[in-house]
């Protein structure tokens, strides 16, 4: 047998268990001893006690045989025992029920101690008594007795205090252990958003010292990878700076050719090159400090075709609601889109289909379908890998620099969220973006 199947999943309930289990089965067992303890030392007393009552009226009745009323008189009133005799009766006319309660099993084993007459018992019938018949000379004498006299109300009053400082202490443990849980979730929470590339969510020390401890070793963590990200920011802008000031005199001596044609052809090469400095910089940079924020999905998208460059004249249809919303960083997910987008119009013949629903409550999934030629299967794991191009030959009239979608994928990821490839519905490529 698996015991994991069976273990809580999280950490506090796993923690919960190490508490509770432990105490259940203490408080079970304890139940259990006392329990029979109980019924085997202090039951079987009371039931002695009242076998001596018992052999003690038959006594009485034997030694004066026309004194029976009076004497069941005195019984009920120092007893409590209400007695009868059947004179034309016989104890075989008397059914014994099967023994099956504590309070049974002690009836029958300790009133032979005191009784040496037969006899035969009934807890069954009456709901608060018992009763004893008793084979004598004169007959069957039936003895009423209540219940509570052969029981002890302590057991009652032991269950009550164990189950309710059971319930309590099972309430204290849950409390505190999920005010220990609580900075646990916290630091789960900053490390995700700092996944998603959100330095800004605010983490405060709290809880027990190694919680503390682990919040302050991640908090300086956090602020090393945001210097090291700024570094890394600052140095690229200058070697942007410096790669951009030779192409940019380049530009102005080509304009002071007199070859018209040769200027052209020259001018739309630095082009080339400049927008693969760019990507190639786009790329080494990431998307940097750029905060959250809520996007409408359709007016995103929207502007995104819109100011999209589609020489073909590819149609696009869009199928979003209005109303539905994301949280994304702008400028960074509308360079993963358009990234998409371009390469879509890149290679769609006629059309090209946007959709955008929310998925789970929670997440949106993006699609991106078109009527191009499409990725064979064994290649679309290598598309997304960086400066991979499935057709060498087309660098030669484009710029492309294979970074496109391992951009797209890098700001996909930054989000929290993941991109596959697949068939389109249409004959070309899908690409599937879901972000949370």
Known sequence: MNVKKFLPKTFFGRALTIIVVPMLILQTVLTYFFYERHWEDVGRRLVLGLGGQIAFIISELENDKNSYIKLFKLAEENFMIKSKIDKNNSLKNYE????????????????KERLFKPYKFNTKSLKNRVQI?????????????????????????????????????ICLAFYFMRKQINPLNNIMKAAEELGKGNNNFKLFPKGSFELRLLAKVFIKMRERIKNQIKQRTLMLAGISHDLRTPLTRIKLQIALLKDKNASN???????????????YLAFAKGEGEEKIENENIYSFFKKIVKNSN??????????????????????????????????????????????????????????????????????????????????????????????????????VSEHGGSLKLGDSSIGGLKVKIYLP
């Open 96 to 111: 014994q029920h099967k023994i099956r309660s504590l309070l049974d099993k002690t009836l029958y084993y300790s009133l």
């Open 265 to 279: 052809n020259i001018s739309k090469d630095v082009e080339e090159m400049k927008e693969m400095i760019d990507s």
């Open 310 to 411: 589609n020489p073909k004249k590819i149609k696009v249809k869009l199928k979003i609601k209005k109303n539905i919303t994301f949280f994304v960083k702008p400028l960074a997910i509308k360079r993963a889109l358009n990234n998409v987008l371009s390469n879509a119009f890149f290679y769609a013949r006629n059309e090209i289909l946007v959709s955008a629903t929310k998925v789970q409550n929670k997440g949106t999934l993006i699609i991106f379908e078109d009527d191009g030629p499409g990725v064979p299967k064994n290649k679309r794991d290598d598309v997304i890998k960086a400066f991979y191009r499935i057709d060498e030959s087309r660098l030669s009239k484009s710029a492309n620099t294979g970074l496109g979608l391992t951009i797209t994928r890098n700001i």
């Open 133 to 169: 018949y008793v084979q004598t000379q004169q007959g069957v004498i039936t003895f009423e007795v209540p219940r509570k006299t052969l029981h002890s109300s302590t057991i009652e009053v032991f269950i009550i205090w164990m189950v309710s400082t059971s319930i309590l202490l």
